[in-house]
Nanobody, 117 residues
Framework: QVQLVESGGGLVQPGGSLRLSCAAS????????MSWYRQAPGKERELAAT????????NYADSVKGRFTISRDYVKNTVYLQMNSLKPEDTAVYFC??????????WGQGTQVTVSS
């Protein structure tokens, strides 16, 4: 059974850090482009970071560039999102996505990140 399970969300103060994890089962991440999306209340889902299947090329939304880092562990079949210098506007549900084609496009259930003092 194909599954993506996110973890690591929670409540953090502004300026703090969190590391999100996305563990895959039922398939191998290495042949998929992996991405983290986020959706804030009342807003559309937006792409935060992505890492390519070949070469590990990363791309970031301007709003998170320099603060977030996406990475993948082939042995653990897991992708991570390290989030530093968090701001209240980073508050959102964060979703993991694995995509190889239109047919092979998987989503996790999401993990809540709240940045508040």
């Amino acid at each position: 059974q194909v599954q993506l399970v996110e973890s690591g969300g929670g409540l953090v103060q502004p300026g703090g850090s969190l590391r999100l994890s996305c563990a895959a089962s039922g398939f191998t991440l290495s042949s998929y482009a992996m991405s983290w999306y986020r959706q804030a209340p009342g807003k559309e889902r937006e792409l935060a970071a992505t890492i390519s299947s070949i070469g590990g090329i990363t791309n970031y939304a301007d709003s998170v560039k320099g603060r977030f880092t996406i990475s993948r562990d082939y042995v653990k079949n897991t992708v991570y999102l390290q989030m530093n210098s968090l701001k209240p506007e980073d508050t959102a549900v964060y979703f993991c996505n694995a995509k190889r084609s239109v047919r092979y496009d998987y989503w996790g259930q999401g993990t809540q990140v709240t940045v508040s003092s």
